[in-house]
């Protein structure tokens, strides 16, 4: 399946100028993709369109002609100064009705934001926060033009505290507060509504992954061996070989410090093992992805484990505990290994990065040469070439201890047979995704485990 672009406020600035059509076009096919959907989603309503002085509010002037030509009770309210001879002045001056100021509008059911879109970069001001907030709390539905106003398009941060969107039309491309926590929130469902700009971008939405059943050829190494380095906590490290083998690895290998061999799956093989014993169980050429955090601990003896998983020279998967006892300049001297950090322990390795989630997990990823699967609400993937994509939001049930070991072991069966570290880390994060989804509310770790297999 390909990958939906995302595209930052220059880049869609860019794309839109690059298109060459006039601005006047692209506006009138956005105001129509606008009042569509608005006309999709919900029958006629009182509505209220509140515009604000550019093209976002030009694109909401235009869907508020389309809304009252098709009958609806549609009024405007308009917020700033449009620029002269600009495309929302003109807009602005056709209007039949009577435009008001928001302050005094009436509260309508239906209320459409176009307000701000790509061009916002700052709060609200005080005066036009008090008039709007009541009129967005009294509406039943709103909708919002390209972005809810008040958010940042390219960090997702909430500059301006106003209601979430019900559903929000991104006009051209998907923009990183699309995707980005909190603004993610604020958006309600998204659509992305064609105005005839062609987008491309390093960025992109996560893609669902192919899955690769085994055919009348697959064995059980063909299929991909796991080594899970693992160390005082037994569970964790578990969790992360049954995922493994239930995301397709062939042939499962959790090496441990203590603890009982005799446990569920029987299908994973255990073995319990000094640290000096670890690097010669390593030493085995059918072993395609070394996992190693996940229950490893912090003590010395995890160390010695873990710097055995290292230099094993296999391609590594690197989590938990695991990045807790290592820098950024050692994790340098292994390229190619995929890192899988939530915010905690990814501030305490690369500290307060500045940007966006994405450009923090790109810049951690130049760094380190490693691939990054930064966790969280709306978890980034990014590659020391500079891809990244964001995973659509996913379950919060996942908020719950153990998943992020279930996610370590899919990625490394991903890794094992084959993929790609920036492809084997997506999918390990689409896959645990879907797994959420299956099991509903009220989830824990464990039961993702019965829902990795393909549908
Ligand atoms: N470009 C195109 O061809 C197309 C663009 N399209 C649409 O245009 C949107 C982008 O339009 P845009 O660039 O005009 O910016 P927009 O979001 O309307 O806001 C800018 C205005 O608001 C002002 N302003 C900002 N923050 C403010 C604040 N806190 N408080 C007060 N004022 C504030 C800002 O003032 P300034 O910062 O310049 O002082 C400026 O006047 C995009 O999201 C999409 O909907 C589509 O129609 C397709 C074609
Ligand atoms: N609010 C949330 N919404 C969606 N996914 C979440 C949320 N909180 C956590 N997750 C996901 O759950 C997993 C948690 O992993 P992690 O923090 O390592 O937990 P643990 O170490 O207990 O296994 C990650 O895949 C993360 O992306
Ligand atoms: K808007």
Redesign the pocket.
């Known amino acids: 399946m390909t990958a939906r672009p995302i595209l930052t406020?220059a880049e869609?600035?860019d794309a839109?100028?690059r298109s060459g059509?006039p601005?006047r076009d692209?506006?009138e096919?956005?105001?129509l993709a606008l009042a569509t959907a608005i006309a999709r989603f919900t029958g006629p309503l009182r509505t209220l369109v509140v515009a604000?002085?550019?093209?976002?509010?030009?694109?909401?002037m235009?869907a508020a002609r389309h809304l009252a030509a098709a009958g609806w009770d549609v009024a405007v309210a308009v917020?700033?100064?449009?620029?002269p001879g600009?495309?929302?002045a003109e807009l602005r001056a056709d209007w039949p009705g009577h435009l008001a100021d928001p302050a005094a509008a009436a509260p309508a059911t239906l209320v459409v934001d176009?307000?701000?879109?790509?061009?916002?970069?700052?709060?609200?001001?005080d005066a036009?926060m008090a008039a709007v907030l009541p009129l967005w709390s009294a509406a039943r539905l709103r909708v919002a033009?390209?972005?809810p106003?008040g958010v940042d398009?390219d960090t997702g941060a909430v500059?301006?505290d106003l209601p979430a969107a019900h559903l929000t039309i991104a006009?051209?491309a998907l923009?990183p507060a699309h995707r980005l926590q909190p603004a993610a929130g604020r958006c309600g469902r998204v659509a992305v509504a064609d105005?005839g700009?062609e987008v491309g971008s390093t960025l992109t939405e996560l893609p669902r992954p192919r899955v690769h059943p085994p055919t009348a050829q697959s064995h059980k190494y063909s299929r991909g061996m796991v080594a899970v380095v693992a160390g005082a906590m037994p569970g964790a490290a578990a969790l992360a070989a049954s995922a493994a083998a239930r995301a397709g690895a062939g042939y499962v290998l959790q090496l441990m410090a203590g603890g009982a061999l005799d446990t569920h799956p029987h299908a994973i093989m255990r073995r319990i093992v000094s640290a000096d014993a670890v690097a010669e169980q390593l030493d085995d050429d059918r072993i395609g992805a070394v996992l190693v955090g996940p229950g490893l601990g912090r003590d010395a003896d995890a160390r010695r484990r873990l710097d055995a998983a290292l230099l094993s020279g296999k391609p590594l998967v690197i989590d938990g505990d695991a990045l807790a006892l290592l820098t950024p300049s050692r994790l340098s001297r292994h390229p190619g290994s995929i890192l899988t950090p939530h915010d905690g322990e990814f501030r305490r390795l690369f500290g307060d990065l500045p940007g966006s989630k994405v450009d923090r997990a790109r810049a951690a990823a130049a760094r380190t040469g490693c691939t990054l699967l930064l966790k969280g609400a709306d978890s980034v993937v990014a590659d020391p070439d500079g891809r990244a994509a964001i995973l659509p939001p996913a379950s919060p049930w996942l908020a719950t201890a153990g998943t992020g070991d279930v996610l370590a072991g899919i990625v490394a069966a991903r890794r094992a047979a084959g993929d790609t570290p920036f492809d084997a880390a997506a999918a390990g994060a689409w896959l645990h995704a879907d797994a959420a989804d299956r099991v509903g509310p009220g989830l824990i770790a464990d039961d993702l485990l019965t829902h990795l297999g393909p549908r």
Do not use: C
Request: glycine share 16%; proline share 4%; no cysteine.
């Open positions: 406020a869609m600035r839109e100028r059509q601005e692209m506006v096919r956005a105001g604000g002085p550019g093209n976002n509010g030009a694109d909401g235009v917020a700033g100064q449009s620029r600009s495309v929302a176009a307000l701000f879109g790509t061009g916002f970069a700052r709060p609200l001001d036009l033009a390209d972005l106003s398009a500059l301006s006009f051209g923009k105005i700009v």
